[in-house]
């Protein structure tokens, strides 16, 4: 599904990445934890191809395509879906339009139709229900004035919408009440598929007893400083980062 090599980026001049190897297979749960600025974001937006970010070495593929040489747009027709650690505002364009327009646009990309709008809206209703907001926010400015923690469940029901073949999760549950860390979970976990893979960065092993990763991995200065299963989130609650940054010297 997904297979990074090598990669290295630089924002503004200043290496971030330094030769990161992560292959997800299809199906696959990955979460990412590490301390703050290790390169986690950096990682995410870099294979979303968000401007400002250099790719200075490596590759990414995407179903055995390479995704380092398309834009931000042909990307995500391409299945990936990038949830933003801080979403951003739309003022003046509704949910519903946005989402009809970025759905068609996948659409339009495999070669099908636009999608008919009452099917649409009957899909658009269910999935906010889903994500427990109320219908009235499908007619609101995206993400305009949401909380938090409506931003969040907002951004779920986008990637419930588009069915991406690879979500990455930024921090999705930083922030979140338990209430919202269910949701964020049911919502992964419903869409959890052997054709979809996951990235989930997060700061907190609670996130993973909701979400179970088929593995974790350790970000640090650039690089996978250490993988392994579920069990390892649990170890670093315990012990935190500092005993892998003098293993990793
Ligand atoms: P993490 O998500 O692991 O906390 P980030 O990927 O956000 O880390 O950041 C990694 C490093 O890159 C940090 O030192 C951060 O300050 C720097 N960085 C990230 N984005 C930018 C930017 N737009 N301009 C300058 N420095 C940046
Ligand atoms: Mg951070
Ligand atoms: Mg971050």
Redesign the pocket.
């Known amino acids: 599904m997904i297979s990074i090599k090598n990669l290295h980026a630089k924002?503004?001049d200043?290496p971030?990445l330094k030769g990161l190897n992560l292959d997800i297979k299809p199906g696959e749960i990955h979460a990412i934890m590490?301390?703050?600025?290790?390169?986690?974001?950096?990682?995410?937006?870099v294979l979303a191809g968000r401007d400002?970010?250099e790719v200075t070495a490596g590759s990414a593929t995407l179903n055995s395509k390479d995704i380092l040489a398309l834009n931000a747009e042909e990307r995500a027709r391409e299945g990936l879906f990038l949830a933003f650690?801080y979403p951003v505002e739309i003022p003046g364009v509704s949910n519903l339009e946005f989402l009809k327009a970025s759905v068609d646009a996948i659409r339009a990309h495999q070669g099908k139709e636009p999608m008919d709008s009452v099917s649409f809206l009957k899909m658009a209703r269910e999935k906010i229900k889903a994500v427990n907001l109320d219908q009235s926010f499908l007619k609101r400015g995206v993400n305009e004035g949401f909380s938090g923690g409506e931003k969040k469940r907002n951004e779920l029901m986008q990637m419930m919408m588009l069915e991406p073949s690879l979500c990455i999760l930024?921090?999705t549950d930083s922030g979140l009440d338990i209430d919202a860390l269910q949701v964020v979970a049911n919502g992964v976990n419903a869409m959890r598929d052997p054709n979809r893979s996951f990235i989930i960065?997060t700061h907190y092993q609670r996130l993973l007893d909701y979400i179970i990763p088929d593995y974790v991995h350790v970000?640090a200065d650039?690089k996978i400083v250490k993988s392994g299963g579920k069990e390892l989130a649990l170890e670093l609650e315990e012990k935190g980062y500092g005993w892998l940054e003098s293993e990793a010297q």
């Open positions: 924002v503004e200043k971030i590490g301390p703050n600025g290790a390169g986690k974001s950096t990682l995410g937006n400002g970010y650690q930024d921090e960065v970000l650039g």
